[in-house]
Nanobody
Framework: QVQLVESGGGLVQAGGSLRLSCAASGNIFSIVAMGWFRRAPGKQRELVARISTDGSTNYAESVKGRFTISRDNAKNTVYLQMNSLKPEDTAVYYC??????????WGQGTQVTVSS
C-alpha cells in the first residue's frame, strides 16, 4: 500500500502561481511513477504531468511551458509548480502513483481555483 497526501491548492488570480505537493508513504519502493491529474467541472479527468523513477517527464500540451513536475527523493515528495495560471486550469488536482503490478493509488484531491 502507498498513501498519498496532497497540499498546496487554493485560490489565485490569473497569471499567478501555485505549487502542489504530494508526499508518499508506505511501500514507496514499489512506485514506478508519480503524477498529477485534474478534473474540471463537467469534464473528464486528464493527465497533467508525470515523472518516472528514471526522471523522465511528460506533460499535457495545455500546460507545457507553464507547469513543472519535480521530485525530492529524500522526502518521497513530488511537486507540481504551476505558473502563468489560467481560469481553465481550475480543477480538482489529484496526485497519482503507479506501482509495480499495475496498481494505481490516488490522493484525496486538492482544489485549484484561478480567477479571471
Amino acid at each position: 500500500q502507498v498513501q498519498l497526501v496532497e497540499s498546496g491548492g487554493g485560490l489565485v488570480q490569473a497569471g499567478g502561481s501555485l505549487r502542489l505537493s504530494c508526499a508518499a508513504s508506505g511501500n514507496i519502493f514499489s512506485i514506478v511513477a508519480m503524477g498529477w491529474f485534474r478534473r474540471a467541472p463537467g469534464k473528464q479527468r486528464e493527465l497533467v504531468a508525470r515523472i518516472s523513477t528514471d526522471g523522465s517527464t511528460n506533460y499535457a500540451e495545455s500546460v507545457k511551458g507553464r507547469f513543472t513536475i519535480s521530485r525530492d527523493n529524500a522526502k518521497n515528495t513530488v511537486y507540481l509548480q504551476m505558473n502563468s495560471l489560467k481560469p481553465e486550469d481550475t480543477a480538482v488536482y489529484y496526485c497519482n502513483c503507479s506501482a509495480k503490478g499495475g496498481i494505481e493509488y490516488w490522493g484525496q484531491g486538492t482544489q485549484v481555483t484561478v480567477s479571471s
